[in-house]
C-alpha cells in the first residue's frame, strides 16, 4: 500500500497496488479503475494496453451487474460475484459478449464513491480452472477496504493531474506565459482577488487576462474552462 501511495503516475500505482492486491487474495488478476455516473469506465492498464479493458471500457461495463448496482445506489459496497448474479448469469449478453471469452470466473469487486459523480472500484478475479472465492477471502478484502479507498482516492489524483497537465498543454500554444499560469489558478478553483494575490498583481489585470484566456478558448465563464479543458482531457 505504501509503495502504490508513492507512485508517480496512474499505471505505476496500478501496477504496484495490483501486484500486492493479488497475493492477498490468491487471485489470478486484480483490476482498478473507475465509474462516473455519466455513464463512463475507465480501467487503469497496468503493463500496457489492455483489450479486454478497453473492450469493456467502450460499452460492455453497462451490462456489468457491479455496474449496474453502482448506478443504481449511492452507498458503497465490496461484494462477491455470488451476491449479484442469478441462475441465468450463464446466458446474459454480459456473459457471452466478455465474461466468458476473457476465461474469467469468479470475482469480487468493491466499489467507493470519491466525489458526487466517481467511484473507485477494484475488482479481485479468477480464472477458469481456479476456486471461487469465499467467505474468508471477503472478509479480507473488506479489512482492507479502507486502505483501498486511500489508493483509489491518490489514483484519481494522479489522473486529474496528468489530464490537467496534458490539457493545459495543448492550450498553452494560444496563451501567454502569463495566460497559462493565470489559466492554471482558475482551473484550481481560484478567482481574480485570489490570483491577483498569489501572482502580486492587480485584480484588473487578472480580469484583464482572464477575458483574453475565455477569447482565445472560446469560452464565456470559468464554468466552461473547466468542461472545455475536460473535454480537451478526455480526447
Not at 502504490?4 to 482498478?32: K, N
Not at 457491479?66 to 452507498?75: D, G, M, N, P
Request: aromatic share 10%.
Amino acid at each position: 500500500m505504501a509503495a502504490a501511495a508513492m507512485a508517480a503516475t496512474p499505471e505505476e500505482l496500478s501496477a504496484r497496488f495490483t501486484a500486492a492486491a493479488s497475493g492477498l487474495l490468491g487471485s489470478d488478476r486484480v483490476y482498478v479503475g473507475f465509474y462516473r455516473r455519466d455513464i463512463t469506465s475507465l480501467t487503469i492498464d497496468d503493463a500496457g494496453p489492455d483489450r479486454w479493458n478497453r473492450h469493456y471500457d467502450a460499452h460492455i461495463y453497462r451490462q456489468d451487474p457491479f455496474f449496474q448496482r453502482f448506478a443504481s445506489t449511492r452507498q458503497d459496497f465490496l461484494l462477491p460475484l455470488s451476491a449479484l448474479r442469478n441462475s441465468d448469469f450463464q446466458f446474459t449478453p454480459y456473459y457471452r459478449e466478455f465474461y466468458g471469452p476473457s476465461d474469467s470466473f469468479d470475482e469480487i469487486t468493491g466499489v467507493f464513491n470519491l466525489d458526487r459523480l466517481t467511484a473507485g472500484y477494484v475488482t479481485f478475479l479468477r480464472r477458469n480452472g481456479a476456486a471461487p472465492f469465499g467467505e474468508r477471502d471477503v472478509a479480507m478484502a473488506c479489512a482492507t477496504s479502507s486502505a483501498t479507498r486511500l489508493i483509489l482516492e491518490r489514483l484519481l489524483h494522479l489522473c486529474r493531474s496528468r489530464d490537467k497537465g496534458v490539457a493545459i498543454g495543448d492550450a498553452r500554444s494560444r496563451l501567454s506565459t502569463r495566460e497559462t499560469e493565470i489559466a492554471r489558478h482558475l482551473l484550481d478553483g481560484g478567482n481574480a482577488k485570489t490570483i491577483s494575490r498569489s501572482l502580486a498583481i492587480s485584480p484588473g489585470t487578472v480580469r484583464n487576462h482572464i477575458k483574453q484566456i475565455y477569447r482565445k478558448l472560446g469560452v464565456h465563464s470559468q464554468v466552461e474552462l473547466l468542461a472545455a479543458i475536460g473535454a480537451a482531457a478526455r480526447d
